[in-house]
Each structure stands twice: as structure tokens, then as C-alpha cells.
């Protein structure tokens, strides 16, 4: 695999993910692990599990989303366990230690029209704390104009906003009873604040577990695939969200406020062990 060095985000950059949440990191990933990525993909693709979804309109292209993906395609757990992004996750957090939630897979084939909802991420998930981060990473050539879009500081709101599902709008059983605001209209209230990026493939867009995001339709001639990672630090917690967790992991054998640690959630970066 690549033998050029890993390049770790510099202190500029961790400053920007601080304070705005989310961070533009240009060829962080590797041509080779980029291919990895993609042999992933097509692995998921023609496998499916309980979230291997098509969420497009009635007569549009294919829209397809998949979370943890790692379990069943195996370039995919290659490269979580022995590629680049635990050890950026860990710089970009400033923690010793990186822990992996889970994976996902976004693809929107030419002539998708269907936008991907704004939301924050942490609230559908089983786990708290602020040292969160999402790796999003294209693997084709990613225009502003069909990246993922991200809110600019939102991570700082002190609020969050009741999850819903992507296809519909319903929501997961989570109120204002259980601390959930009604999603804002993100375009009228953070219009000034909305921030996209050219990415290209070995680009990553790094972003805080409670960023607002979301995604325009690909109404372009090429593919638009891509992939995520979440990484946990060193103040992740486990916890029980009222209502339906997606993705959930009922049989992880943890219970709120329990360390992350676990069979189910990896530590793949230690500070400690690699010093």
C-alpha cells in the first residue's frame, strides 16, 4: 500500500474544523486507498443489508445509500483498519485515540434530482460527546455544485434538531419532550453560512458530529460516489436516543454513558500504542 507519508492535518486546519465545524483537507488520501475505496463501493453495491437503501423518486436514476458497509465488503474494513483516516480523525479531534462508529456509502448516478436532507448526524447515533468527526470522501470529481454543503459553525448551536429519514421526512420518535428542535429551514435562516467545496477523489471533507449538512442532486452527465467514515475520541460515550437509532446496534452489549470501547466499535488509532 502507499508509502508516502500520512499528511495529518496542520494546526491551521484544526483551528478551522474547530471553529467552523467543518474543514476542507486537500490529498489526504492516497491515489491507492482512493481504488480501495472504490472496490468497496462496487462491493456494497452488489451485496445489500438492513440499510442498503434506494432513496430516489418514482422513475428517477439510482440513489443509493448504505451504512456499515465495512461488515460485508472487505475492501471497505481494509481500509478503515489499515488506511489513513483514524490517525487524521484523532489529529483533527485532538484525541489519543480514535474509535470507529460506522461507514456509509452515498452514490447518485447522473440525473438525480433528489437533494440529501439538512440534518446533524450525532443525534440519529448511539453515541455523545464532542470529539466526533465524519470523513466524507468523493471518489469521483466532486464540483461545489453537488458537494456535500455544511453550516458553517452550526456545531457550536448548543441545540439539536430531530433527526428524519432521508426518503420521506418522517421523523424517529424523538421531540421537544426528549430535547429535539423541529429541523430549521436551513437555506432562509443559515443562508450567509452555507459553505461547499471543489473536492476532488484523495480530497476529504472533515466535518463535527452535530455540523448541519446536507446535498444537492447530481444533475450533472457523471457519477457522484462517495463514502464516510465517523471516528470517536476520547470523551465518546454510548447512549440510548428515545426512540428509533440509525444505524442502531442492539446487540453491542453497552449501555448509556459506557466508554465506546468495544468488539462493535473498534479502537483503530492509539496514541499510546504507537508512540
Known amino acids: 500500500m502507499p508509502d508516502r507519508p500520512l499528511r495529518l492535518p496542520d ?14 483537507l486537500k490529498g489526504v488520501y492516497q491515489d491507492d486507498w482512493v481504488e480501495v475505496l472504490r472496490q468497496g463501493v462496487d ?4 451485496t445489500s443489508d438492513r440499510y442498503t437503501r434506494r432513496i430516489q423518486d418514482a422513475g428517477e436514476p439510482d440513489f443509493f445509500t448504505d451504512y ?5 465488503a472487505p475492501h471497505i474494513r481494509k481500509f478503515v483498519m489499515e488506511g489513513p483516516a483514524a490517525e487524521l480523525s484523532a489529529a483533527l479531534m485532538r484525541s489519543t485515540k480514535a474509535n470507529f462508529l460506522f461507514d456509509g456509502v452515498f452514490v447518485k448516478e447522473p440525473g438525480v434530482t433528489k437533494r440529501s436532507t439538512w440534518h446533524q448526524d450525532q443525534p440519529y447515533y ?36 430531530r433527526p428524519v429519514k432521508f426518503r420521506d421526512g418522517t421523523d424517529f420518535g424523538r421531540g421537544a419532550d426528549d430535547g429535539y428542535l423541529d429541523p430549521p429551514d436551513v437555506e432562509q435562516t443559515f443562508a450567509d453560512d452555507i459553505v461547499s467545496f471543489d473536492l476532488e477523489p484523495g480530497d476529504v471533507l472533515a466535518f463535527h458530529g452535530m455540523t448541519m449538512h446536507g446535498a444537492p442532486g447530481n444533475p450533472g452527465p ?22 428509533v437509532m440509525e444505524p442502531d446496534f442492539p446487540d453491542c452489549g453497552l449501555k448509556t454513558g459506557d466508554p ?16
Open 126 to 161: 448511539c453515541v455523545e460527546g464532542r470529539q466526533i468527526v465524519v470523513l466524507w470522501a468523493p471518489l469521483d470529481p466532486c464540483p461545489a455544485s453537488v458537494s456535500l454543503q455544511c453550516v458553517k459553525g452550526s456545531h457550536l448551536l448548543g441545540k439539536a434538531f
Open 11 to 24: 494546526e491551521q486546519e484544526i483551528a478551522t474544523f474547530e471553529a467552523d465545524g467543518v474543514v476542507a
Open 222 to 243: 457523471h457519477r457522484r460516489r462517495a463514502t464516510n467514515c465517523t471516528w470517536v475520541g476520547d470523551d465518546g460515550r454510548y447512549i440510548e436516543r428515545p426512540g
Open 68 to 72: 456499515i458497509a465495512w461488515k460485508r
Open 43 to 46: 462491493e456494497a453495491m452488489t
Open 260 to 275: 465506546i470501547d468495544s468488539a462493535y466499535f473498534p479502537r483503530v488509532f492509539d496514541a499510546g500504542a504507537s508512540a
